[in-house]
């Protein structure tokens, strides 16, 4: 199971953004091009008041502060160069996580969803819908936001596929302000499949993939969760991918490149599975050779020597 996808994640609220600009982002694409990736997927076009691309709305509305670059435009420009296709985040203004009412995530996105669409709709790398709401369980609202949502994308873009990421409330989803790697009362394999066969009866007409988040559940448990997944998956007639995250949940520094063996056993777990696509979170902070952190330069050479050896 190779790595064929990549979220880009500009806004980087919880890890450091390393200030790149066109000619950084144009050597990134390269490397994510020799190592297969052929999907990226900007994982928010905005988060509270900073935001990727200059929307009039957002910036008039939720006093969002207006980009130096556009870089939905040049994510745009570089997929299209390197013929990826581009998958489009929506925003996230923040309030769901401090209230739990989603309600203003819809609300908000229909007026982001169509400005988006008539400033970039027409162009050729734009492939797909991202909804960014992160949910794990049956969260108050979310089947009705997330039908919303991708109904929404669906319609204006002619039925472009819809993609989501939730989390597996496993042991090791914690908050990444926490001080803690684990907690005790994580979700059984039984919990989360009657949950998410709920949610994806209420959703599965409105979105087209799910790629579970594989980072908050123990190793050994990697199989038990991901043959559910791609039941459900199946049975909804979704597509299965998996969210391979390529940064560590098991050290206290929150967050660095992951062990290429763990990443490993997270790859062969989902192709046994028979997962349809593996994406990861994300290769330009913890796979680029032109990473900040060094450590992710060697985990880029580890992972090509693998996909030179398949």
């Not at 994640?9 to 066109?22: F, K």
């Not at 994510?32 to 009039?56: E, L, Q, W």
């Amino acid at each position: 199971m190779l790595i064929t996808g990549t979220f880009i994640d500009e806004i980087s609220h919880d890890i450091p953004h390393q200030n790149w600009g066109p000619i950084e982002w144009d050597k990134d694409f390269q490397h994510m091009k020799a190592a297969g990736i052929d999907t990226v997927i900007v994982i928010r076009s905005g988060y509270r008041k900073f935001i990727t691309y200059p929307s009039v709305y957002l910036i008039k509305e939720y006093g969002c502060y207006p980009p130096p670059i556009d870089l939905i435009d040049l994510y745009l420009q570089l997929a299209e160069k390197y013929s990826m296709n581009l998958y489009f985040g929506l925003y996230d203004s923040g309030i769901y996580w401090d209230t739990g009412n989603m309600q203003v995530e819809i609300d908000v996105n229909k007026f982001v969803i169509e400005e988006v669409w008539k400033r970039y709709g027409h162009r050729k790398a734009f492939k797909g819908w991202y909804i960014s709401t992160e949910i794990s369980r049956k969260t108050k609202g979310a089947v009705e936001a997330f039908s919303s949502l991708g109904n929404m994308c669906k319609q204006i873009s002619n039925q472009l596929p819809v993609l989501i990421s939730p989390w597996i409330d496993g042991k090791k989803a914690v908050m990444a302000a926490s001080g803690t790697l684990s907690k005790l009362d994580a979700i059984s394999v039984k919990e989360h499949e009657q949950e998410w066969d709920e949610i994806f009866s209420g959703i599965h007409q409105s979105i087209d993939a799910v790629a579970f988040q594989d980072g908050h559940i123990d190793y050994s448990e990697l199989d038990q969760f991901f043959s559910v997944n791609k039941l459900l998956a199946d049975k909804y007639k979704l597509q299965c991918w998996t969210n391979a995250e390529s940064f560590d949940r098991d050290m206290p520094i929150k967050f660095l490149p992951i062990k290429f063996e763990k990443l490993k056993l997270k790859l062969e777990a989902a192709k046994r599975a028979g997962y349809d696509k593996a994406i990861t979170f994300e290769f330009s902070h913890f796979m680029s050779p032109q990473s900040s952190y060094i450590q992710a330069h060697h985990l880029y050479n580890r992972y090509m020597e693998y996909k030179q050896n398949k």
